[in-house]
C-alpha cells in the first residue's frame, strides 16, 4: 500500500471518528433521576385523596378517640373515584390510608382502630382493595400516604413505636398490589406537653424500597421526591430538582421553605419537587365548602406553577360521606380538563422549521425539539452553554406560552433562558425570560403575533440538552 492510499485511509478514520463523536449523547450532568424518578414526571397530574373520619366529624386532624363506627360511607364507589380521575387526566391516586388520627382504612392487624372495628360493612369492608382494584381495571397507578403520627396507637412515644409502624407499612404495602408512591410527612407529635417520637427514617425508606422497589419515596426530603415548601401548589420561579440532604430530616428538621421550593442549583441528590394542593380550602370534605371548590382558572393557574416549573401537581379532591367524589368537584375537574386539552390540544410550533446555531451532530439536530417524541432531543457540543435555536412558522401565529422541556435522564443543566420573536420590520426584541427549565417550563408571555421565535440559552452548568419545544396560545385564565 502507497503512501498515499495510507494518507487517505488515515483521513477516513478520523472522518469516521469524528463522526462517531459527534453522534455521542453528552455525558450526564450532576445528579440525575431513577427511571421511576422519570416515569413519575411525567405523570404530571396526580389525584390526592384525603377520606376517614375527619370526613364524617368535619375536623382536619383527628384526635384519635373517634369511634371506629364514624366512619360510615354509606355508598362508598372507588371505582368513581378512579374514573373521575381518569376523565380528568390524573394518572395516580394517593389515598390517606392513615391519617394522623390512627384509623385505618384496611384491616391492619397492628392497630384496633380500623375498619375492621367498625359496622361499616360489618367489619369487613377494605378501602385499600377497593380502590387498588378499581385502578388496576382503568389503569390508573395507586399510592398511599400512611402517617407516621399516630394519635390512637398506645405505643406512640416509644421505641416500639417504629417497629409498630414498620408492620403497619408491610401490611399496606404487601397486600394491594404496585404502589408507585408512599407519601410520608414528617408530622410528629401534640403539642409541647405531647407524646414525642423519634422516627426510624433510614429503617422506614429501607422497609418501603424491600417491598416497593419501584415506589417512589415522598417525604421533606424525599428521597424519591420533596415536598414543594407550601401547600398552595406553587414551585419556585427558579426550580431545581437537586437537593442536598445531608443534616436535614423531615418535619421541624426540614430545609427552609425557599429552600424546598427552589431546590439546589448543585445539590448531590436528584429529589424533584411535588406541589400538593387542594381543590377545596380544606384537605376533608365540608358540606360547607361545596361552594368553595377552585375554579378552572384557579386550577389552570395551578398547573402553570407547578407542572409548569419542573414540579408535579398533586390536586387533593375528596370523597364525601356518602363515599363518592361530590358532583361540584367532579364537574370542575372535567371542566379543567377541558379547559388544559383546549389550551395544549395544538403545538402552534407544528409544520416551522427548527434551526439552531450549534447541533451535535444530525442525531441531535433541532428539528428533534418539535417531533413530539421526549426521548429524542437537540444537544450542541460540549462546552457550548450559550446556544439558541429559532423556530420559523410557515405563517404568523399568535400565541402567549412558550414551554420548554430538557431532557432530565441527563440531568438539569440551564440556569437561564431567554425568548425573542421578530417583528414584520426584522427585529428581535425580547418577550419572556425565564430560569431553570427542567422537566418542563411553562413561560407565560403577553399575546404575540410572530412568525419567527429564537429561544435563547443565557446560562446553563453543562451543554444544554432540550427535548421539546412548544407554543400555545392560552384563551381562557388571565
Same mark, same amino acid.
Given at each position: 500500500?502507497?503512501?498515499?492510499?495510507?494518507?487517505?485511509?488515515?483521513?477516513?478514520?478520523?472522518?469516521?471518528?469524528?463522526?462517531?463523536?459527534?453522534? &455521542?449523547?453528552?455525558?450526564?450532568?450532576?445528579?440525575?433521576?431513577?427511571?421511576?424518578?422519570?416515569?413519575?414526571?411525567?405523570?404530571?397530574?396526580?389525584?390526592? =385523596? #384525603?377520606?376517614?373520619?375527619?370526613?364524617?366529624?368535619?375536623?382536619?386532624?383527628? &384526635?384519635?378517640?373517634?369511634?371506629?363506627?364514624?366512619?360510615?360511607?354509606?355508598?362508598?364507589?372507588?371505582?368513581?373515584?378512579?374514573?373521575?380521575?381518569?376523565?380528568?387526566?390524573?394518572?395516580?391516586?394517593?389515598?390517606?390510608?392513615?391519617?394522623? /388520627?390512627?384509623?385505618?382504612? +384496611?384491616?391492619?392487624?397492628?392497630?384496633?382502630?380500623? @375498619?375492621?372495628?367498625?359496622?361499616?360493612?360489618?367489619?369487613?369492608?377494605?378501602?385499600?382493595?377497593?380502590?387498588?382494584?378499581?385502578?388496576?381495571?382503568?389503569?390508573?397507578?395507586?399510592?398511599?400516604?400512611?402517617?407516621?403520627?399516630?394519635? #390512637?396507637?398506645?405505643?406512640?412515644?416509644?421505641?416500639?413505636?417504629?417497629?409498630?409502624?414498620?408492620?403497619?407499612?408491610?401490611?399496606?404495602? *404487601?397486600?394491594?398490589?404496585?404502589?408507585?408512591?408512599? +407519601?410520608?410527612?414528617?408530622?410528629?407529635?401534640?403539642?409541647?406537653?405531647?407524646?414525642?417520637?423519634?422516627?426510624?427514617?433510614?429503617?422506614?425508606?429501607?422497609?418501603?424500597?424491600?417491598?416497593? %422497589?419501584?415506589? @417512589?419515596?415522598?417525604?421533606?426530603?424525599?428521597?424519591?421526591?420533596? +415536598?414543594?415548601?407550601?401547600?398552595?401548589?406553587?414551585?419556585?420561579?427558579?426550580?431545581?430538582?437537586?437537593?442536598?440532604?445531608?443534616?436535614?430530616?423531615?418535619?421541624? &428538621?426540614?430545609?427552609?421553605?425557599? *429552600?424546598?421550593?427552589?431546590?439546589?442549583?448543585?445539590?448531590?441528590?436528584?429529589?424533584?419537587?411535588?406541589?400538593?394542593?387542594?381543590?377545596?380550602?380544606? +384537605?376533608?370534605?365540608?358540606?360547607?365548602?361545596?361552594?368553595?371548590?377552585?375554579?378552572?382558572?384557579?386550577?389552570?393557574?395551578?398547573?402553570?406553577?407547578?407542572?409548569?416549573?419542573?414540579?408535579?401537581?398533586?390536586?387533593?379532591? %375528596?370523597?364525601?360521606?356518602?363515599?363518592?367524589? #361530590?358532583?361540584? /368537584?367532579?364537574?370542575?375537574?372535567?371542566?379543567?380538563? *377541558?379547559?388544559? /386539552?383546549?389550551?395544549?390540544?395544538?403545538?402552534?410550533?407544528?409544520?416551522?422549521?427548527? @434551526?439552531?446555531?450549534?447541533?451535535?451532530?444530525?442525531?441531535?439536530?433541532?428539528?428533534?425539539?418539535?417531533?413530539?417524541?421526549?426521548? *429524542?432531543?437537540?444537544?450542541?457540543?460540549?462546552?457550548?452553554?450559550?446556544?439558541?435555536?429559532?423556530?420559523?412558522?410557515?405563517?404568523?401565529?399568535?400565541?402567549?406560552? =412558550?414551554?420548554?422541556?430538557?431532557?432530565?435522564?441527563?440531568?438539569?443543566?440551564?440556569?437561564?433562558?431567554?425568548?425573542?420573536?421578530?417583528?414584520?420590520?426584522?427585529?428581535?426584541?425580547?418577550?419572556?425570560?425565564?430560569?431553570?427549565?427542567?422537566?418542563?417550563?411553562?413561560?407565560?408571555?403577553? /399575546?404575540?403575533?410572530?412568525?419567527?421565535?429564537?429561544?435563547?440559552?443565557?446560562?446553563?452548568?453543562?451543554?444544554?440538552?432540550?427535548?421539546?419545544?412548544?407554543?400555545?396560545?392560552?384563551?381562557?385564565?388571565?
Amino acid at each position: 500500500m502507497n503512501r498515499y492510499s495510507l494518507i487517505i485511509l488515515g483521513c477516513m478514520a478520523a472522518a469516521i471518528l469524528a463522526t462517531s463523536c459527534a453522534n &455521542d449523547a453528552p455525558a450526564p450532568y450532576g445528579p440525575l433521576p431513577t427511571p421511576s424518578q422519570v416515569a413519575w414526571q411525567q405523570m404530571e397530574t396526580n389525584m390526592f =385523596v #384525603h377520606f376517614g373520619p375527619n370526613t364524617f366529624s368535619g375536623k382536619e386532624w383527628g &384526635d384519635g378517640t373517634e369511634p371506629e363506627d364514624m366512619f360510615a360511607p354509606d355508598s362508598l364507589d372507588c371505582r368513581q373515584w378512579v374514573r373521575t380521575a381518569k376523565l380528568a387526566g390524573f394518572k395516580g391516586i394517593i389515598i390517606t390510608a392513615k391519617h394522623h /388520627d390512627g384509623f385505618c382504612l +384496611w384491616p391492619n392487624p397492628e392497630s384496633v382502630h380500623t @375498619v375492621a372495628q367498625s359496622s361499616w360493612r360489618d367489619g369487613k369492608g377494605d378501602v385499600l382493595k377497593e380502590l387498588s382494584d378499581a385502578c388496576r381495571e382503568y389503569g390508573v397507578k395507586f399510592g398511599v400516604y400512611i402517617s407516621p403520627w399516630d394519635r #390512637h396507637d398506645p405505643h406512640y412515644g416509644t421505641p416500639e413505636y417504629n417497629n409498630v409502624y414498620i408492620r403497619t407499612l408491610q401490611s399496606a404495602l *404487601t397486600s394491594y398490589g404496585e404502589v408507585f408512591e408512599q +407519601w410520608f410527612d414528617g408530622a410528629c407529635g401534640e403539642g409541647p406537653n405531647g407524646k414525642r417520637q423519634v422516627y426510624d427514617w433510614p429503617a422506614f425508606n429501607a422497609a418501603v424500597a424491600e417491598m416497593q %422497589p419501584g415506589a @417512589v419515596i415522598f417525604s421533606d426530603i424525599g428521597p424519591g421526591c420533596r +415536598w414543594v415548601g407550601n401547600e398552595r401548589g406553587s414551585a419556585g420561579e427558579t426550580c431545581w430538582s437537586a437537593l442536598d440532604t445531608e443534616g436535614f430530616g423531615s418535619g421541624k &428538621d426540614a430545609p427552609s421553605q425557599d *429552600t424546598l421550593n427552589t431546590g439546589n442549583v448543585h445539590g448531590r441528590h436528584w429529589i424533584p419537587a411535588e406541589s400538593d394542593v387542594s381543590i377545596r380550602p380544606g +384537605w376533608f370534605w365540608r358540606e360547607s365548602e361545596n361552594d368553595k371548590v377552585k375554579s378552572v382558572e384557579d386550577l389552570i393557574g395551578i398547573y402553570y406553577t407547578s407542572v409548569g416549573r419542573n414540579s408535579l401537581m398533586l390536586l387533593n379532591v %375528596p370523597p364525601d360521606t356518602s363515599g363518592r367524589i #361530590h358532583r361540584t /368537584d367532579s364537574i370542575r375537574l372535567m371542566e379543567f380538563r *377541558t379547559a388544559l /386539552d383546549g389550551i395544549f390540544a395544538v403545538n402552534l410550533a407544528d409544520g416551522a422549521e427548527a @434551526v439552531a446555531d450549534n447541533e451535535r451532530g444530525r442525531r441531535f439536530r433541532a428539528s428533534n425539539l418539535i417531533d413530539g417524541e421526549y426521548d *429524542t432531543f437537540w444537544a450542541c457540543d460540549d462546552g457550548c452553554l450559550t446556544p439558541s435555536f429559532t423556530l420559523t412558522l410557515p405563517e404568523p401565529r399568535t400565541f402567549n406560552l =412558550v414551554v420548554l422541556q430538557e431532557y432530565i435522564p441527563l440531568g438539569q443543566r440551564v440556569s437561564s433562558f431567554a425568548v425573542e420573536a421578530r417583528n414584520a420590520g426584522g427585529e428581535w426584541s425580547t418577550i419572556g425570560e425565564g430560569t431553570t427549565i427542567g422537566y418542563k417550563r411553562i413561560l407565560r408571555v403577553p /399575546d404575540i403575533t410572530a412568525s419567527e421565535v429564537r429561544v435563547r440559552i443565557t446560562s446553563a452548568y453543562a451543554c444544554p440538552v432540550l427535548a421539546e419545544a412548544g407554543l400555545y396560545m392560552d384563551n381562557i385564565s388571565e
